[in-house]
């Protein structure tokens, strides 16, 4: 996607043999839920269980030559340039960051070849002829210094580069290699994460060569300025030595790093280019990255501290006064400078309170539209039944407290909506007392998605519900966060909804007497949209809509059975009159409306039909604040000229135009 490229989170087999088809496949699968997989997810707020994988079996190309190219500079983010990077045997060396290797850079529109820069390339992964596997070998000094492609070879790429773009609709991050016989065979293709989706550096300010001395040049990969005690890390055993604000300093890195990665200043490796893990990821984090230095692990191994200028490609001995006070953080700068003012608030889905500072600080979200609770709990990492069983109600408070708290505090006096907990039952057998308490409780039924969850959870199980209560109290009472409120999961009668108002009450969540707290509910079951109005007058401030949900019970689909999930579509008719009915009987009763679905971040007309339909909220994931924030803001234009010059609106939603006439009719008169 182009805000997450999931940039090596799964494993892959090269040189398998039919006898180990099988068991590679099955690895592939597994590694779905590797820690970093896991934290990956977390980090860019994917709900584990909507997230599928699917095992492409290719045949294995006999690689004279492979590499990356993007059809965009990833570092410039100049459009009008193709960046290829290769060297010799497989594309596994460069994309790992194991050789430096040979950059060319082309013109997108004459195919001209701008620039070479060859790498002295000493490692190639190759296929051993006796075993099949693929080894790593030293390259023949004399093909050391050759280059691994002809000029012929080089537009060849960049043709395929710039129709792959095309076709796409965005800038590409993609894969190939050049077999013995001169083939060219395209691998994969992914979006570019950094300047297709606007969250590229706009402005910075770079160190300059005379303010210190450069003990280390190397690639330019993540611009920026960043400055810390040196951590020279070999083995990603002792990543846990990178504490916040250290400069990482290491041969190469993988995606097990990532967790030092990002709290890391700045990141300097020895080997490496434009396109290998460590450029892609610290650009996608934001961090400052030099690459391809050569040497940086021995010359840096006796110095205290650095400044690396990771627009320049230079590391600095010291903490150069200009960039530390600077404390740069590119994203933080450019939100900061383009904030864009609309009606309809733009909020943030968050799930890891540990990152809320830094979320806050680059998005400049108006909020939390969605603080989901489950990484809470999965952080304890007990059911919370057996933690009620051994006595533990206060450590779960406390945690779940302090966790709110975080982000209550990074993004005041903006609202955070706390979703009370919302695992489904076979969600909760990974937690220690899972298979007890869930599967041998009988609670895991055929289809967990319509089982025993939500609200109806919370008054079966009121103790565990109380606990989640005091957790909201305690923030608002002792810590003065007023600006925390709740919601309320897969809501579907209105005679539990009561129920769980009550204890909510009994706990001192009463929104009658405190008029600061507010109370939403998610619209994901049909019967919350036929029902809205009876929501509204038992006391609700706010709804929500779970597109995921919400579209797959409309329809009757579910979006991970492979066999159906061409019907699944968030732009049906039929879940767009939900929705819209849902807000117009919301504006009678004065109770905002928002969605926590993907559909708005990947959909544009999706989003012009919620602000026109008058959303009040939308609640996009980090990574599409920015983007939204600016369509937002050109569609609340759009609307505003139509008015000015009496113009009637024809939306395209999907594969068709609204009949607008009928549909505004069907709505208002429903209303």
Known sequence: MPGASFAGQQDTFLNVSKGELVESVRRCWSSLFTPRAIAYREEKGFRHEDVSIGVAVQEMVDAKAAGVMFSIHPVTGDKNRILIEASWGLGEAVVSGAVTPDTYIVDKKTFEILEKQIATKKVEHIRDPKTGKTIHVEVPKERQNVPALTDEEIKALARYARQIEQHYGTPQDMEWAIDKDGRIFILQ???????????????????????????????????????GKVKVILNVKDIDKVKEGDVLVTKMTTPDWVPAMKRAAAIVTDEGGYTCHAAIVSRELGVPCVVGTGNATEVLVNVDAVTVDGGKGLVYRGIIKAAKEEEFRAPAVVEAQMMIPTATKIYVNLSIPEIADKVARETMADGVGLLRAEHMMVTIGKHPRKLIEEGGENLMVEKFAEGIRKVAEAFYPGPVVYRFLDFKPDEFLALEGGEKYELEAGHVGPNPMIGYRGQYRYVKEPDI?????????????????????????????????????????????????????????????????????KFCEEGIDGVSFGTNDLTMLVLGVDRNDAAVQELYDERNLAVLRAIAYTIKICEKYGVTTSICGQAPSVYPDYLEFLVRMGATSISVNPDAVKRTREMVARIEQKIMMEKALNVKPRIKIGKSFLEEVAFWKLIDDEA
């Open 465 to 533: 519900f109380r606990l989640e209560c005091r957790a909201v109290k305690k923030v608002r009472d002792e810590f003065g966060l007023k600006n925390v409120w709740v919601m309320v999961p897969f809501v579907s009668t209105v005679e539990v909804f009561r129920e769980v108002k009550r204890i909510m009450k009994e706990e001192g969540l009463d929104r009658e007497k405190d008029p600061d707290f507010k109370l939403w509910i998610m619209v994901e079951v049909p019967s919350s949209v036929f029902l809205i109005d």
């Open 189 to 227: 293709a992914r979006p570019e994460t950094v300047h297709s989706t606007g969250s590229a550096i706009v402005e910075q300010r770079l160190v300059e060569e005379k303010e210190g001395e450069v003990l280390v040049r190397g690639l330019p990969v993540s611009p920026g300025v960043g400055a």
